[in-house]
């Protein structure tokens, strides 16, 4: 196993444990019986913890020791036997340590050092000529050769390259070697024929080995010098020669089948063949397509992924920021090689579990199924350091430890044990792990892609080795111009951009400009605003390809734009023609239908005469016609009768036939077969003879019947003509009796038929005789009827073809004038059309002209789009993130350029104008988008940018525009900390909703990526997004927001490049137009109606305009034929001509109203301007503390309460004045209850400066000087200091720099002339009220003199700045206002929460119980202490107290970070829900950046510190003692007096620590329930006792109550001399006791708390440092403290301005050579080590206590010696690369360049020293000891200082005197003499005790002549105390009332640091005229070392 940095011990014995089996209680061995080797890669890995120890190792140390470790849950003994360890590491330096002498004593040590070369040779030459032994003859010697130069260049690129922290990844070794001939063993002998191919191959394996990892061009031309270096000695070869154009070759397998590693000379087919790769890979289904450019540079990436995963076991490391293409190129090659991609996806829950998980995965596709796969693994995936420790051991061995648990493992064997099978491997636990794990490591490749920003990549490389060692770099560096320049010609290839001389290569290098400019301004906004933007190639190609979109966009729209409008002109022209076409035929239309109303008269008369004559015939024929009808009827009747008899005959007829026709010749035949025939069928043929005429014999019947038409002609008898003979003779035969058919049908059927004829013609013949004269009758008739019919119908006839005529006639008549009226309608339509078209013409005059205008000028822009797309898409692509001053500056360069480039581009482009329409930038501000240009280009950004936006958005404006522009589109609003997020946006995806992501972090949810990225695939048309584990479909409408509340996150550059990240913030001009809206609202509300519905009318009127326009248009291009006929085309016309005037009209007039509007809103200009300044004072104070956030909706109501409160008056100036006034109070008043004390100045100065700014009263030269003070770079040149007995250095400076300004000519020479006079103004009490020397007191205004304060005497600045504001805004802005919760609570509503900054000191708790009970909601008062497990109650709390109307307080927000982000989702749901009216949320928190913005701009703000001054916290306690408190006590006065005095005690302690070290040693955190529970003691002995027991008080008030917190003696001390002072008898017992040396403090007369409150009032604000028994210099070290914190921060408010001369010093030497020469100087100085043994030999004799100190001091010395040295020389190493950096030489590098002691050396003895001083005073230590070694002799004077241990050398003098008097140690004391004379004179050492000198005493001087305390002079902070005689005495008596006890300090800081105590001893020194508490609160004390 390979332990990291990051392992513990617990990981180490798990992975071991994991391997072992229990065989007894308490002992495991190894499994299988055998014996086991643990192999511990890496030793030295894990860091080291506080106390320098690697706990893993320790482990392994008691092991070795001891056999054993303990178990970790039940603490028993585990012995571990059959064990060994094998450890292997690395030299130390970087991550690897050093490892401790005692583990390293256990081990039997072997060094590896580095093979020489001869084993080289004989390795890598041995396999080379083995290779080359099939090659051609003239190949192969070249074996040796090669081996040789790769080598060689080993050699030297290891010693050019070295690992400085910057290229901490040029880390080489042996497996370098490797990896070139690793390469080598691919060649081919059929492609490698030659010496020159070979050579080539070697060169490219170098190039991808050494240089693919070279981070910029410098080193890679370095390398190719190298390189050609050794060409020319070894191979006799120029690299030009082999490499012509200096190209480096490529070799690739991958375009050959078979697969032959080759040189890819054709660049071209190379490429081909990638972009065909490409595409292939896009239309792989279920793969999100990849739009890539493959320039040369990303091909030679991919070839070089491709060489190293397409070999066993090769991984890669691809470096580059985010955004360079390395997991695109990577998935590419990936695809050439028919891999699989394997990729984690990172969710919110994403741990080591399950990337453990994932990790199991990856091992099954590549283990189990066999498939070879890359794993593409990004570093933003590293959530948790152990991902990259797993991989780290993938690397090195393949195996993660304890992956598997035993029955997964066992099923992974079971899938693998047919193969295993084949293989012969047995089938054992262990051989199938290393068989899984061999398949593993060659079917899988690593690729990681890690970015260079920032310190994690160093760290990374530093701690997992493997990441260098195991895997083949390759840096992507910055995209080259020429990269840029081709990918921009590739996109612009084959684009039409105009007919300008090579406008291709111009606009691609104006892409180039563009990009490498905000790289630029990237950097100076880094450098100015602290606010980092990252550059990447991702936006480079979105602006190409988004510029290419864009162009053909806007072409479209003005093409269609254009050719409407043409056709609408078209349309027009033709109208005119075909009107004057139409009024020529009108005219002749008229003529017609003249003619035709002649003709149609003529007809008529024609048609009246014909009509007559018609009719008369018409009478004649009906009456004839008349007489036939009755004839007709007659005939009809007789032909009826005769038709009747016939009937009769004819049934029997019919029968007969039927028989006849059924007779046939076989019939007939039998009866002629008859010879003698019987009777009946003879009488038959007789009858039938008779009728046929023939004689009636047999004879004859038998020849007739042999006849064949017999039948027929019996059938055909003329039956008509029977003659009557005939008739009678059948008659005969009929009347038969047997004449019967049915009788003669027994005898012979032909008979019957015969008989049934005859019988039937009888009948018939008979009825006919009586029939025929009917019928002759009727024939007659009928013969006539016809006559007459016939003349009938002759008459009717010609009564047709009259009527005929007539009709006829009637038509043309008809005709005629349907002619007519056709005529008379077309006339009348052609006069309405020419009407029509009058209109038509004269409406679309007016339009036409403008048309034509537009026309031309929409040419011109299509003229011009070439550079206005490219500007525009330059904009959309990069200017988000930037100000505007930056974008105008931006913009400003880029037209510059197009214009030298002459690229056509309108002259006076707009980014927003040229992308959006007015009326929806119009809509937008409706909506609640801030009206100036700023936010109208964001609008724009959002709306048009290709990626998701994301906005910085720290005061909602953005958040409230979205919403209220995507509410009616159904808008989602989500935040990360929902639990359902993503199951929302994936129905937003889904359905195509817009979501809106608000609040988020610095950090975005990994699973947002696919969204982000848009990574959509194409199955089937439609469009798939995969999410998480669920495909979705994508729809098109899906829109996606972000806002962020930080005002100034840090996006990595991986976000940067997946959105487009706007910034939102509030503007100057937004704002005011914002707030002039309001107050011109508030104070003349029917102007702003007025206005708002003019621009709501105007906006309404031009869109108006514009839709009929649009429609006019439409009709007109969809118009077909003629538009005359197009009735809903002239409507449209007439009312849109009236509707046009109509708004045209108001338009014009709204716009003068407008103007007229706007002046009088002009006039309150003023207001809005003052306001928002105040905004954005306030907004800056976010910078300066976390919890200062502010929103502008509360903003906004604070200045509309301002407005309402404000005084009236009539005159409009004295209105804007006063309500100025106000509002600045009003938010001055409002800011400072959440404002820290430290802080309530600056603020009100920051207000003061900027509102002087504004009204340019303020000479900004003067006031930067005043923050920035002067900085001399040229000593050398700067005059002499002419004061410097008590000027310092540092001041001179200022006063020198002062006198460059304009108003300070002459400042220098008058400290010359007037030293005196300036001595006294420099020690003058009030300096800043002091007349100044010479002309200076007249030529100075007020800013003037401050700076003068500022360069002398910063410790009065502050008094300065009040003084300041106090004349510019007046008294009231120095005296922030006492926090008074009423007011708040009366102020706040149940949507604001109240938030209490805490500061220690304070707890807001009984100050909120006690607003509480005084309003009523005691009972209803539920407090809650946040911290681990409370959150679900909090949150039940806020719940129930929403309902019931509570006030829930949650105190300690800060002890529950993790919960916040529900508390504001909390938050939030107030905003929305109506709580209780009565609810309030309460909240508590010190200042913590990770509280969240929302809560703390929503609520209202208060800190609870004690007030500053004796004055605030006298009137703070005063209000905390309620009026029953006041007057509960049974002596009233007495308890008044002592009230006063205890509050007044109770506020100089707290006070008191402003003073600093002066003040107390230790900060206490004295509070308010100290005071209540000695108020309450105080009342309760006052009315238990008689006399009041002042001891018993003092000793519980001093002794208990305070006195519990303070741990310092001196401090008690202190704390014991002012209660004395306070609480005594005069207190009460004298009137106007005071209670200190100042007149203004004292007891006042009893009376009421009003009365007390009244006095208080009178304090002076700040006080005299007298009060607390001070003197005037104890302020001013804290004061120059409290100046230098104002600087400071007002500076980090103002804009880092990157002017000349910081640019100068910027490019001055660089951070590493400023530290290489620092640390040479520091190693120069400091001294060498002191010779340890041998003063150790030359004090042998002599062991006295004295010089054993002496050699431990010298041990110390030394051992810090050697730490600074081998530091330094390490530090040397590792900047230079020699040796990697480690964490702590990079702490030790950082300190040394802010020129600060590292915390290495510091260790051995404390100081605040700079490191210069420092260094100094290190040698004169050491100078003392080793002088003193030297000499083996103390020194006279002993430089107590010097020692490193103090009281362990004053330990050594007690001891030795003790020796020397033989009296026992503890018996003796110090006496201590004050020298009165100079050390030159102290020539001997004392007889007894020791001679200390070099002390200082701080808080007092010393008065040499009479050897005791005095005042110190005015700015004498310490003053030397002459040498002091320590004299150890014994039985000492009791310290005198005149002595001073003054205790001596190591270093200045009292308390001591890192556990070691600073005092040493206390010193008694004679306290003078004064008693010495004077001195104790002097804070006096003497100290052995200064800060500098």
Known sequence: MSPPVQTTSNNVQAIIESRVEKRTKGVYVPVGGKRMLSFLDDLNMPANDDFGSQPPLELLRLWIDYGFWYDRQKQTLKCVKDMFLLASMGPPGGGRTHISGRLQSRFNLINMTFPTESQIKRIYGTMINQKLQEFEEEVKPIGSVLTQATLELYYSTVARFLPTPAKIHYLFNLRDISRVFQGLLRAHRDFHDTKQSITRLWIHECFRVFSD????????????????EKLGSLFELTYHSICPNKQPPIFGDFLKEPRVYEDLVDFKTLKGFMESQLEDYNLTPGVVPMSLVLFRDAIEHVTRVVRVISQPRGNMLLVGIGGSGRQSLSKMAASICEYLVFQVEVTKQYRKQEFREDIKKLYRLTGVDNKPTVFLFNDTQIVDQSFLEDINNILSSGEVPNLYKQDEFEEVSSALSDWARKENIVETPDSMFNYLIERVRNNLHIVLCMSPVGDPFRNYIRQYPALVNCATIDWFSEWPRDALLEVA?????????????????????????????????????????????????????????????????????????????????FKIDDTRIKVEAMSVELEEAKKKVADFQKQCEEYLVIIVQQKREADEQQKTVSAHSEKIGAEEIKCRAMAENAQRDLDEAVPALEEAMKALESLNKKDMTEIKSYGRPPTLVETVMQAVMILRGNEPTWAEAKRQLGEGNFIKQLVHFDKDNISDRVLKKIGQYCTQPD???????????AAKSLCMWVRAMEVYGRIFRVVEPKRARLNGAMSQLAEKQASLAEAQAKLIEVGEKLDLLKRQYDEKLAQKEELRRKSEDMEIKLDRAGKLVSGLAGERIRWEETVVGLETNMGFLVGDCLLAAAFLSYMGPFLSNYRDQLVSIWMKQVRELEVPCSPGFSFAVFLSKPTAVRDWNIQGLPSDAFSTENGVIVTRGNRWPLMVDPQGQALKWVKSMEMKRGLKVIDLQMPDFLRILENAVQFGSPVLLQNVQEELDPSLAPILNKSLTHVGGRLLLKLGDKEVEYSPEFRFYITTKLSNPHYTPEISTKTTIVNFAVKEQGLEAQLLGI?????????????DSLVINIASGKRKLQELEDEILRLLNEATGSLLDDVQLVNTLQTSKVTATEVSEQLETSELTEIKIDTAREAYRPCAQRASILFFVLNDMGRIDPMYQFSLDAYIDLFNLSIEKSQRSHKLDERIANLNDYHTYAVYRYTCRGLFEVHKLLFSFQICAKILEVAGKLNMDEYSFFLRGGLVLDKESQMENPCSSWLAESNWDNVTELDKLANFHGLMASFEQYPRDWNLWYTSAGPETAQLPGEWENGCNELQRMLIVRSLRQDRVAFCVAAFIINNLGSRFVEPPVLDMKAVVEDSTTKTPLIFVLSPGVDPTGALLQLAEASGMSRKFHALSLGQGQAPIATRMIKEGVKSGHWVFLANCHLCLSWMPQLDKLVELLQVEEPHPDFRLWLSSSPHPDFPIAILQAGIKMTTEPPRGVKSNMKRLYQLVTEGQFTRCARPVLYRKLLFALCFFHSILLERKKFLQLGWNIIYGFNDSDFEVSESLMSLYLDEYEEIPWDALKYLIAGVNYGGHVTDDFDRRLLTTYINDYFCEAAVAAPFFKLSSLATYYIPRDGPQSSYREYISHLPATEHPEVFGQHPNADIASQIAETRTLFDTLLSLQPQVTSGATAGAAAGPSRENKVLELAADVLQKIPGLIDYEGTRVLLADDPSPLNVVLLQEIQRYNALLHTIRSSLIELEKGIKGLVVMSSSLEETFHCIFDARVPPLWVKAYPSLKPLASWTRDLCQRVEQFARWAETAHPPTLFWLSGFTFPTGFLTAVLQSSARQHSVSVDTLSWEFIVATVDDNNLLFPPKDGVFIRGLYLEGAGWDKKNSCLVEAKPMQLVCPIPTIHFKPVENRKKIAKSMYLCPCYYFPVRSGDGGRPSFVVGVDLKSGAVPFDHWIKRGTALLMSLDN
Do not use: C, W
């Open 213 to 228: 990892r070279l981070v910029d061009q410098s080193d890679t031309e370095a390398f190719v010098g190298l390189l050609t």
């Open 739 to 749: 004449f019967h058919p049915e009788i003669i049908g027994r005898v012979s059927l």
């Open 1079 to 1091: 107050v011109v609202r508030k104070e003349r509300p029917e102007l702003e109606e007025q206005k």
């Open 489 to 569: 010609e590739r996109y612009l290839d084959g684009l039409a951009l105009g007919t300008v001389e090579g406008i291709q290569t111009k606009v691609a290098s104006i892409f180039v400009t563009m990009h490498q400019s905000v790289a630029q301004f990237s950097q100076r906004m880094k450098l100015e605003l602290k606010r980092h933007n990252y550059v990447t190639p991702t936006n480079y190609l979105e602006l190409v390809s988004g510029y290419k979109k864009l162009l053909a966009e806007k072409r479209i729209e003005l093409g269609e734009q254009v050719s409407k409008l043409r056709n609408g002109l």
